[in-house]
């Protein structure tokens, strides 16, 4: 059984910084894809960014070029550097793992994980 555990939520102004981690065990098989997803109040669950088990990276057009997903293998560690915070990003965030790699053509498909974690806040204030 994957057991995923999310740390490093917290309260940031627009503008800032903030890096989640997301530590998973579990596994059976040496290849494993990861994400992050999030949900707002009222709002769907949607993807942030998803890395492959060849540590692509994968990221929904809203965060592109202000977040970025990382592996470190060594650790078991998933991680997700986001700056230039804006209110919109604010939500519960989710760290996802499974085993094998990401869907082909669809990598950021939220059915593909079948590990969750409890989830980390980001609030960000104006």
């Known amino acids: 059984q994957i057991q995923v555990v999310e740390s490093g939520g917290g309260s940031v102004q627009a503008g800032g910084s903030l890096r989640l981690s997301c530590v998973a065990s579990g596994y059976t098989h040496n290849t494993y894809c990861m994400g992050w997803f999030r949900q707002a109040p009222g709002k769907e669950r949607e993807a942030v960014a998803t890395?492959?088990?060849?540590?692509?990276?994968h990221y929904i057009d809203s965060v592109k070029g202000r977040f970025t997903i990382s592996k470190d293998s060594a650790k078991s560690t998933l991680y997700l550097q986001m700056n230039s915070l804006k209110p919109e990003d604010a939500a519960m965030y989710f760290c996802?793992?499974?085993?094998?790699?990401?869907?082909?053509?669809?990598?950021?498909?939220?059915?593909?994980?079948?590990?969750w974690g409890q989830g980390t806040q980001v609030t960000i204030s104006s």
């Open positions: 996802a793992a499974d085993e094998g790699p990401l869907w082909t053509g669809l990598p950021l498909m939220e059915s593909r994980f079948g590990y």
């Open positions: 890395i492959d088990s060849d540590d692509s990276p």
